[in-house]
């Protein structure tokens, strides 16, 4: 399990006040809090160290490379570089590496964990931006030209988040190998189609594009369809991948292989051109495989920003359902969630207690079948106030406490009540 820390970073200020400040980032990771506490800084930070990490263990980078200015200028990729603070101080303790930001000291340390590296499972981070609605705006504006009074065409995708941009990549990558035949989101009997460089919808016998179609169909299709892709992706068997990678990571494999003086570099050698039949030794293979998965991605760490964006609340419900299948489909599957909703804080708890009715009686209910649960273990869950930030897990009820949204819940009632208080008596 991966742990960060964070003080005097943007709006956070004292961090978690638990646990010497240390969040732990489980099987699935929610985050609650109003608008600008601080949920998407923690996610960006989670997304940002993971993929420092995921590029020393690739030999992408050297860990003597890293530096105050280069985590600076990464942090700016992410658009929290104006987030520094005379005395910020962030910490991460990953899978393989640990690291340590301090702006006191103008110092960026790095260690290797040498226990977590020896299991280490390279991952697939995917960043999904509640700025993912522009997708359908962004593949408008490719399509076409658009000139200013000089003639010169104005690059318009360039104003565009970077994290929406890399999300863009994706996107149509699933739409080209999973919408051509329709892919069917969990609502409405609704499936989206990509046909002839046209997305577009067919619900109920009606055909829309894209474009035309409910925000919620754009805020979940681009959710969902990279979700699928990139959780079939990592499950691929991993020889299969051996054969499809590019000739420079290839090559890197190779020289790795052939420095550690190992004999699985003729064996990865015959793999690629043959694949995994080649093997004989059933050690060898258990061996290469280990070795393989800290060079191909096996794994899909799935960071998501309002997965109930414009979604009806059972809308919300399926596709938290959903995303929770795609992360169940791999034991090192990671799905890291901001909310500002009290009906995926529900899913989420029906998912956990659905968990817990099936390990003590083997049974299950249709809308909560064993591929859509949690267990209470796994999940860790936190809110973000005033610079702080606190768990919400309730060790008592084993479920996460919902009490923070559904307060809010209970101040407008509460408004009603002193507004009907105010009408006359026998007001009608």
């Known amino acids: 399990m991966s742990r960060i820390k964070v003080r005097n970073f943007g709006p956070i200020r004292e961090g978690f006040i638990d646990n010497d400040g240390w969040l732990d980032i489980g099987k699935v990771t929610v985050f609650i809090g109003d608008q600008a506490s601080g949920k998407s800084t923690v996610e960006k930070l989670v997304s940002l160290f993971t993929w420092i990490e995921k590029s020393i263990v690739r030999n992408l980078i050297s860990p003597d490379q890293l530096n105050v200015d280069i985590f600076k200028n990464l942090c700016a990729q992410q658009d929290i570089i104006e987030y520094f603070a005379k005395n910020t101080f962030l910490s991460f303790k990953g899978e393989a590496y640990d690291f340590e930001y301090d ?5 960026f340390k790095s260690r290797i964990n040498n226990t977590g590296y020896k299991s280490y499972v390279l991952p697939k981070i995917q960043y999904v931006s509640a700025a993912r609605n522009l997708l359908t705006i962004l593949y408008n504006i490719s399509l076409q030209n658009i000139v200013d009074k000089n003639g010169n065409v104005i690059d318009l995708s360039s104003n565009i988040p970077f994290m929406v941009r890399v999300l863009n ?9 999973y919408a051509k035949n329709g892919f069917a989101l969990p609502i409405n009997d609704t499936s989206v189609y990509y046909q002839n460089h046209n997305t577009y919808i067919m619900a109920k016998g009606n055909r829309v594009s894209m ?21 079939n992706e990592v499950r691929r068997d991993i020889y299969e991948k051996v054969q499809t990678i590019d000739n420079n990571l290839k090559n890197r494999i190779e020289a790795d292989f052939a420095k550690e003086k190992s004999s699985l570099y003729d064996k990865f050698k015959q793999i690629s051109s043959f694949g995994r039949g080649i093997l004989t030794d059933k050690e060898d293979e258990k061996l290469l495989d280990t070795k393989l998965k800290k060079y191909i991605p096996s794994s899909f760490i799935n960071i998501v920003e309002e997965p109930e964006q414009n979604l009806f609340p059972n809308s919300q419900q399926k596709v938290i359902n959903r995303l929770l299948e795609y992360n169940n489909a791999v034991k090192e599957n ?15 708890n029906n998912s956990i207690l659905a968990e817990e009715v099936f390990e003590k009686t083997g049974k299950s209910i249709d809308a909560y079948s064993p591929e859509k649960m949690v267990s209470f273990a796994d999940v860790a869950a936190y809110q973000l106030e005033d610079g702080k930030i606190i768990s919400i897990k309730d060790e008592e009820t084993r479920l996460i406490n919902a009490d923070a949204i559904d307060g809010c819940s209970a101040k407008i009632n509460s408004d009603f009540d002193d507004l009907l208080d105010l009408l006359p008596e026998n007001d009608e």
Do not use: F, N
Not at 334 to 348: D, Q, R
């Open 334 to 348: 990671k799905l890291i969630l901001s909310t500002h909703s009290p009906y995926t804080l529900t899913a989420l």
């Open 103 to 107: 702006e006191v000291k103008k110092s």
């Open 169 to 177: 990549i994706e996107y149509l990558k699933a739409l080209e190998e």
């Open 211 to 231: 474009a035309a179609a409910s925000s919620g169909i754009q805020s979940i299709t681009p959710l969902l369809l990279v979700s699928h892709s990139l959780s």
